[in-house]
Nanobody, 118 residues
Framework: HVQLVESGGGSVQAGGSLRLSCVAS?????MGWFRQSPGKEREGVAA????????IYADSVKGRFTISRDNGKNILYLQMNSLKPEDTAMYYC???????????????WGQGTQVTVS
């Protein structure tokens, strides 16, 4: 069983930046960031493979968000720049051995961290 703990969320004005972190209890192969706002389905934001050589982004965040990982520390990051009000959501990290990209098939999920952009 892999535990994931997110941090770094908060309230920020439009145009601002935040960096989310997700600490994993074990080194898992593929990881991703997802978000969900009230009344909407959970959507994939960004994903990264085991060694960080391959990434994928949702069109809505391309050029603004960057996913990265530090395998030595088992930490996943999401750098979010030029934030918009529509980025407001609960952000979750997810992990699993197979590559699911932006799909929600990941086995392991964190509890989420809230991001609010006004």
């Amino acid at each position: 069983h892999v535990q994931l703990v997110e941090s770094g969320g908060g309230s920020v004005q439009a145009g601002g930046s935040l960096r989310l972190s997700c600490v994993a209890s074990a080194n898992v192969y593929c990881m991703g960031w997802f978000r969900q706002s009230p009344g909407k389905e959970r959507e994939g934001v960004a994903a990264i493979d085991s060694d960080g050589s391959s990434t994928i982004y949702a069109d809505s965040v391309k050029g603004r968000f960057t996913i990265s990982r530090d395998n030595g520390k088992n930490i996943l990051y999401l750098q979010m720049n030029s934030l918009k009000p529509e980025d407001t959501a609960m952000y979750y990290c997810a992990a699993d051995r197979p590559w699911y990209g932006l799909g929600t098939e990941y086995q392991y999920w964190g509890q989420g961290t809230q991001v609010t952009v006004s």
